[in-house]
């Protein structure tokens, strides 16, 4: 007889494996002579679940250069198969798309879940519990990449489908999903949904995710109405013991945070903690990100004076008869420009595109991105005074712009100027033309106006990334995207957020050689020499380095680009009001390192004795904010090195470099 391969004694000796807790080493080359023997049986339905196995271990142990090899092994033996239209073709679709948002590999990850979803879609009889949860993975993938709108909606449709079940038998639901949980060894992810929970749980974990997507578009109200629902669910069924009301309650902590309330944030923050404490130990990740957060109510408790009040929860104006645009009108000095546009588009947009032009309403793209206080969410009345008014962006690709993108923006400069007790529109010398703020662009030129590239770089075009300052980067990732169909323009956009690795980390090394040869070295000696404006200079660059190293250590992919500079502290204040972003006490210190070089004395009053004591302050909080950046890089495995001396630490963070291209590199 030739040689068998025997699945379920595979699965088998892998679930002793993981009980006994072998090394990671030692399932690996399990799982590679598993596969071998695999292949040499032919057994090719074995393979893929040794492949499955294999992306659910890598993803677990955060080996993604193994996946970035088994993955599309995986996916290609699948098709060969002829899996489509069955669940195991989406099982491993779904286990592709979690490696790959594991390893960072947004698009990939968010190409496999809508291809997921698409076959899920065509199955004879899809479990319905299991496309929700479809539907949230798709919005973790696009959370990822800051696109909350299209999180919000698949977050929604996720919860009518597990609401659409309510009342009914769920019994045969939870057995199927149990079952299925226990067989999932085919997509490598048996351990993940093994608890089989309630249908109650899936609905309030879904109020919990909506409420965190709400939270980050900084819809506050709507976002505690969800975060609330779910500890209902979860409290009124019993449902306390299980790991997901933690969630719900640091959930509800980061809310009331947002919304002042910060005395019952440290509260449910400590209640989250206990659990958590209790479920996975003080030493878990989970455990240490709550911590964090907690720490940071308790802070702003301490620092408030009193119980804080959401501006919704103070005494407003009436209404004008209950009508919203009449409200508005009556309190439109407090308008932000992204809300009048999206207010403007509903109004008369939508119109326009629905009567104008139907027959291409699902290839045209809406929004307001690119340069502007308003794109970045921190104008003011004192914005207002230029290129600030009614308006939207339209986007086409260049073959519909050829086709009627004219046509389009004369129907768009007949809509009504003045909107909401604003407009026409100032504008600035540089707003006209190709550089205007709204109106109807082709893709490709409305990027180059913003970067000089019609698409983001390619991932191994280092030169050009690096020619892109991250000021020009943050234009052309703000603002919000109201509507697009066919999403072409969503993806030229998140190019750009999609810095390669290998370039953030040699642009961290890069700002701690500033940060090093700025603060540490030259601010003292500078001041020996009595050169008080050379030490303003030296305090500047180090501010605007570090300010720029905050952004690229939390990640350009979640936290964005550092902006054009007088919204330099606006973009650190935002933040560092995030929860679950590291280095956030910094942008404070950079602060006070501010404040204490402007009691720096000016003109003849200033001597070596005079400079002393504000110079003594200002190293003290430059030494402190270098060891805090030290620890996080030290927190992140880039280095292993214990120097506080930043200049130190560069050789340690370009060894993770895998590229050898020499502009990568220091000399």
């Given amino acids: 007889m030739g040689k068998i391969f025997d699945v379920d004694e595979f699965l088998g000796n892998l679930d002793g494996k993981f009980m006994q807790k072998a090394s990671t080493s030692e399932i690996a080359s399990y799982l590679d002579d598993s596969l071998e023997r695999a292949r040499s049986a032919g057994e090719r339905g074995g393979e893929l679940t040794v492949l499955n196995e294999m992306i659910g271990f890598n993803r677990s142990r955060a080996l993604h250069d193994r996946n970035a090899e088994v993955i599309p092994a995986a996916l290609k033996l699948a098709d060969s198969l002829d899996l489509a239209g069955t669940p195991a073709w989406v099982a491993t679709l779904i286990n592709a798309a979690t490696g790959y948002r594991a390893a960072g590999d947004l698009p990939h990850a968010e190409a496999m879940y809508v291809k997921a979803l698409a076959a899920n879609d065509k199955l004879d009889d899809p479990n319905v519990r299991e496309t929700a949860a479809l539907h949230n993975n798709l919005s973790m993938a696009y959370s990822d990449i800051r696109e909350f709108s299209k999180a919000e909606t698949q977050l929604k449709h996720a919860l009518d489908l597990l609401e659409s079940l309510q009342g009914h038998d769920d019994s045969a639901t939870a057995s199927t999903a149990r079952d299925e949980a226990g067989t999932a060894h085919l997509v490598g992810q048996a351990k993940d949904a093994a608890d089989g929970d309630?249908?109650?749980?899936?609905?309030?974990?879904?109020?919990?995710?909506?409420?965190?997507?709400?939270?980050?578009?900084?819809?506050?109200d709507e976002a505690q109405a969800h975060s609330s629902k779910a500890l209902i669910i979860y409290e009124g069924n019993g449902l306390t013991d299980r790991a997901h009301y933690a969630s719900a309650l640091a959930c509800q902590g980061q809310v009331l945070f947002g919304l002042g309330?910060?005395?019952?944030?440290?509260?449910h923050f400590e209640h989250a903690l206990e659990l958590i404490e209790e479920r996975f130990g003080k030493s878990s990740d989970y455990y240490n990100?709550?911590?964090?957060?907690?720490?940071?109510?308790?802070?702003?408790?301490?620092?408030?004076?009193?119980?804080?009040?959401?501006?919704?929860?103070?005494?407003?104006?009436?209404?004008?008869?209950?009508?919203?645009?009449?409200?508005?009108?009556?309190?439109?000095?407090?308008?932000?420009?992204?809300?009048?546009?999206?207010a403007y588009w509903e109004e008369f947009g939508k119109t326009l595109i629905h009567d104008r032009f139907s027959q291409y309403q699902s290839r045209i793209a809406v929004g307001l991105v690119g340069h502007g206080s308003q794109c970045l969410g921190f104008?003011?009345?004192?914005?207002?005074?230029?290129?600030?008014?009614?308006?939207?962006?339209?986007?086409?690709?260049?073959s519909?712009?050829?086709?009627?993108?004219?046509?389009?923006?004369?129907?768009?400069?007949?809509?009504?100027?003045?909107f909401m007790g604003f407009g026409p529109a100032p504008t600035s010398v540089r707003a006209h033309g190709a550089d205007r703020r709204f109106g109807v662009f082709s893709i490709g030129n409305f990027f180059e106006g913003?970067?000089?590239?019609?698409?983001?770089?390619?991932?191994?075009?280092y030169p050009l990334w690096l020619s892109l300052d991250e000021a020009t980067l943050a234009a052309a990732t703000s603002g919000e995207i109201f509507a697009d169909p066919e999403g072409t323009f969503s993806r030229t956009r998140q190019g750009f957020t999609f810095m390669p690795d290998d370039v953030r980390l040699s642009l961290i090394s890069k700002r701690l050689g500033m940060m090093s040869q700025s603060g540490q070295y030259?601010?003292?000696?500078?001041a020996l020499r009595n050169d008080w404006p050379s030490v303003w200079l030296s305090t500047c660059e180090f501010v605007r380095a570090c300010s720029s190293l905050i952004f690229l250590v939390n990640n350009p992919i979640s936290a964005g680009y550092l902006p054009y500079y007088k919204w330099n502290f606006a973009a650190l204040r935002r933040l560092s009001s995030r929860m679950g972003m590291v280095l956030r006490d910094v942008p404070g210190q950079l602060e006070e390192l501010i404040a204490a070089s402007?009691?720096?004395?000016?003109?003849?009053?200033?001597?070596?004795?005079?400079?002393?004591?504000?110079?003594?302050?200002?190293?003290?909080?430059?030494?402190?904010?270098?060891?805090?950046?030290?620890?996080?890089?030290?927190?992140q495995g880039l280095t292993d090195s214990t120097e506080d001396f930043l200049e130190w630490q560069r050789p340690y963070i370009e060894a993770h470099i895998r590229s050898k291209e020499a502009c990568l590199h220091s000399l």
Avoid at 198 to 212: G, K, Q, R, Y
Avoid at 453 to 459: F, H, T
């Fill in 289 to 342: 990100i709550t911590e964090a957060n907690y720490l940071q109510a308790r802070s702003a408790l301490a620092d408030s004076s009193g119980e804080q009040q959401h501006p919704s929860a103070r005494e407003r104006p009436a209404s004008v008869d209950g009508d919203p645009i009449a409200h508005a009108q009556q309190e439109h000095r407090h308008v932000k420009g992204l809300d009048l546009s999206r």
């Fill in 598 to 635: 402007s009691a720096i004395p000016r003109g003849p009053e200033r001597d070596g004795a005079s400079m002393g004591r504000p110079i003594e302050r200002m190293t003290v909080i430059i030494d402190s904010i270098c060891r805090r950046v030290a620890d996080e890089l030290r927190r």
């Fill in 400 to 418: 519909d712009f050829a086709m009627f993108g004219q046509a389009l923006q004369k129907e768009y400069d007949r809509l009504p100027r003045s």
């Fill in 450 to 461: 913003i970067t000089g590239l019609q698409e983001a770089p390619g991932q191994q075009e």
């Fill in 379 to 398: 104008d003011d009345e004192l914005s207002q005074d230029h290129d600030f008014g009614p308006g939207f962006c339209i986007w086409l690709t260049d």
């Fill in 198 to 220: 309630s249908l109650d749980v899936d609905i309030a974990s879904t109020h919990t995710n909506l409420a965190l997507v709400l939270l980050a578009q900084h819809r506050l």
């Fill in 522 to 526: 030259n601010i003292e000696r500078m």
């Fill in 261 to 267: 309330h910060y005395r019952k944030s440290v509260e």
